[in-house]
């Protein structure tokens, strides 16, 4: 499975992206969970120890490796640069384990936006679309609200991509226009997850189904709050939440065969 997790900041896309990602693991899948956000909090959702996750230095911060592979240093407006570096040893050499899920953390483009062709936007989406054409990886991507570092080439691999929602207005409609960029890139299969319900929500919930694929609704959990406040892995902290969401998973891969 190749899935790209997004949605309005705070809906509590990186909770269940490290919780998919777990859960795989302990199922036997080789995982590599990836942090291509940009407020960057996928390790300590895995449940990587604080201080770990701290010292993890983002790859678009690598200023030899960025240079070395592209023949361009990070930051500069050199006219040339490889486009297609070599990114194969990257994931086992720079990913850190953790419960069984590889972690890598991507980073920020500084120049941001779709346009931006610099030498570590090139390693990063090559680095990405190489994770996504890989058959024998499970590759579970933590993305910001965007799809910044999604391109044509590395759709190809995605099977889906899941959208985070909380019951609201707001966040259905960063939910359409994420629709919308990923579908212009090619990523047919959009699937929804609504998190953070209470009983005042399921009709909420029945509506959204109308126009989305839906894979489940969350219900809203004290004891994953607590977790996040502690820094602590919520499928550890909650074998009930574990629960739910395995279940949401299982739905989700059941409608993509």
Excluded at 151 to 178: K, N, Q
Aim: with cysteine; net charge negative; hydrophobic share 45%.
């Amino acid at each position: 499975m190749k899935l790209a997790v997004t949605g309005k900041g705070g809906v509590g896309k990186t909770t269940i992206a490290g919780t998919i990602a777990r859960i795989l693991a302990d199922r036997g899948r080789h995982v590599y969970a990836v942090d291509a956000d940009p407020d960057a909090n996928l390790a300590a959702a895995v449940g990587l120890d604080a201080s770990a996750a701290a010292a993890i230095t983002p790859i678009a911060e690598m200023g030899e490796l960025i240079q070395e592979r592209t023949g361009a240093a990070p930051g500069s407006q050199a006219p040339v640069f490889k486009m297609n570096p070599r990114v194969d040893d990257i994931p086992a050499r720079l990913s850190v384990e953790s419960h069984g899920v590889h972690l890598l953390r991507l980073g920020t483009v500084k120049q941001g936006g779709g346009g931006c062709i610099c030498p570590e936007s090139a390693l990063l989406r090559t680095l990405l679309t190489h994770l996504m054409l890989t058959d024998k990886d499970v590759v579970i991507v933590d993305m910001e609200a965007g799809i910044e570092h999604l391109g044509r080439a590395t759709a190809r691999g995605v099977d889906a991509m899941l959208v985070v929602v909380e019951p609201g207005r707001r966040s259905v409609h960063t939910a359409e226009s994420i629709t919308r960029l990923a579908t212009d890139i090619g990523i047919d299969d959009i699937i929804l997850v609504v998190n953070k319900v209470t009983d005042a929500d399921a009709d909420f919930c029945r509506e959204l189904a109308v126009d989305f694929n839906v894979a489940g609704c969350l219900p809203f959990s004290e004891e994953v709050r607590r977790a996040d406040m502690d820094e602590r892995s919520p499928y550890d902290a909650s074998p009930s939440y574990r629960q739910q969401v395995a279940e949401v998973l299982d739905r989700l891969i059941d409608s993509l065969t």
